[in-house]
């Protein structure tokens, strides 16, 4: 089966505290500590304690301004660490929830490695200096103004289906029209999206990150840093030579893919075989046949498109049109619509991954398992399904 790393929980727990620090103002990211030694400061409220990290060379110059061209690192960690706990301690370093902190306490002096926890990384400029970062693991967070989401409640109950949406592929009939049981469809541009709304008109709810039996919502449509991605520009597809199949055309031509994100990366090369596929394949699935000799002898597949199109001029049949990848199809009610946020997990039907529709313009054209490229993702096309033109 694809392995599928799964989205650490505590990268979801810091994307959403950001967001909601962003919502008060402050400027957060998710990081990981840099290298190098760092104060532990335990900084607490009126309600709570919270654990901060300082780079130890910009807390030394804060409290001892005097020496600014002193090498901090030829000085004997024991006596740093003297330094250190017993100044008197500032929080002019840390930026201050609404209320401020009840007291700051230098705890020690800590080393840092590859391999920290993510951490709340939050901006912060003491005096005329520049700005630095303060890495918490948890910041106060305050109840904080949202969007009313409320429904009426006469339709709070009303469901409606919302669609797991791996990506987008611009395709030509002509494509389709010779598409066969066994073909690859690349996804030329994955960005795993939670949405609702029919066909083109279909409306992004959240940014997803899949997980072995469930998604994470990432990023929300409404959160500032969220990129714009709208509907309709994706690259145009391969296009196949007079005389080839459409998988000769797709082993041809260089793969389009999306940035990988939603894997926790990119594609991985070391994954796969000598015949170029993957090691690990969906459960169940057979060992697709190398892309280099792929051949089709079954008998022709239907046609998965109207046959007004298919009886087209060659100039209509190179229109590309919009492949959209469905994962996934949910169904839920406003009001629970009206609840999702940002760290909440969906779970996914079993065997999604061996059952990945095609769709276009909301009409269901074919579907089959999701295997990973050198260079991207794709679904082998396992049935086809013949269009009445009709939505499905």
């Known amino acids: 089966m694809i392995h599928i790393p799964c989205l650490e929980s505590r990268l979801v727990a810091v994307r959403r505290d950001c967001a909601a620090l962003r919502r008060l103002g402050l400027q957060a990211r998710p990081a990981r500590l840099p290298d190098g030694p760092h104060v532990v400061v335990d900084a607490r409220t009126d309600h709570d304690a919270h654990r901060a990290r300082v780079a130890l060379p910009l807390w030394l110059a804060h409290h001892f301004p005097g020496l600014p061209a002193l090498d901090w690192a030829a000085i004997d960690s024991d006596v740093l660490v003297a330094l250190t706990v017993s100044k008197p301690v500032t929080a002019a370093l840390l ?13 020690c002096v800590e080393a840092v490695a590859d391999g920290a926890a993510w951490q709340l990384a939050v901006a912060h400029r003491s005096g005329p200096s520049e700005p630095h970062e303060v890495f918490f693991e948890t910041f106060p967070r305050a109840p904080t103004a949202r969007l009313d989401t409320r429904v ?17 592929s611009a395709v030509r009939p002509r494509l389709l029209t010779r598409m066969s049981i066994g073909d690859l469809l690349v996804i030329e541009r994955v960005d795993a999206r939670l949405e609702c709304g029919p066909g083109p008109a279909a409306h992004g709810l959240f940014r997803v990150k899949v997980m072995e039996r469930n998604i994470a919502l990432t990023e929300s449509w409404d959160d500032e840093a969220l990129p714009a991605m709208p509907h309709g520009q994706w690259e145009e597809a391969p296009r196949p030579l007079a005389d080839e199949s459409p998988a000769e055309a797709m082993a041809r031509d260089d793969c389009h893919s999306g940035d990988g994100s939603m894997w926790g990366g990119s594609p991985d090369r ?9 090691s690990d394949l969906p459960p169940g699935a057979d060992r697709p046949p190398p892309r280099s000799t792929a051949s089709h002898t079954a008998a022709a ?6 046959t007004a199109l298919t009886a087209s001029t060659p100039a209509i049949q190179d229109v590309p049109v919009q492949a959209t990848f469905v994962l996934d199809e949910l169904t839920l ?53 013949v269009s009445s033109g009709a939505g499905g």
């Not at 930026?95 to 705890?107: E, F, I, M, Q, Y």
């Not at 009426?152 to 987008?168: F, K, N, Q």
């Open 270 to 278: 070391a994954a796969h075989g000598d015949d170029g596929w993957p």
């Open 152 to 168: 009426p409640g006469w339709i709070a109950g009303h469901r409606v289906p919302v669609r797991v949406v791996l990506g987008r």
């Open 301 to 306: 597949a239907p046609a998965i498109v109207p």
């Open 333 to 385: 009610s406003f009001g629970e619509l009206a609840q999702l946020e940002t760290g909440a997990t969906l779970p996914l039907r079993q065997g999604c991954l061996s059952r990945v529709d095609i769709r276009i313009d909301g009409t269901r054209v074919a579907h089959g398992r999701l295997v990973r490229l050198e260079d991207g993702l794709a679904v082998e096309i396992d049935a086809l399904h």
């Open 95 to 107: 930026p201050a929830p609404a209320g401020g902190w009840r007291s700051v306490t230098p705890l």
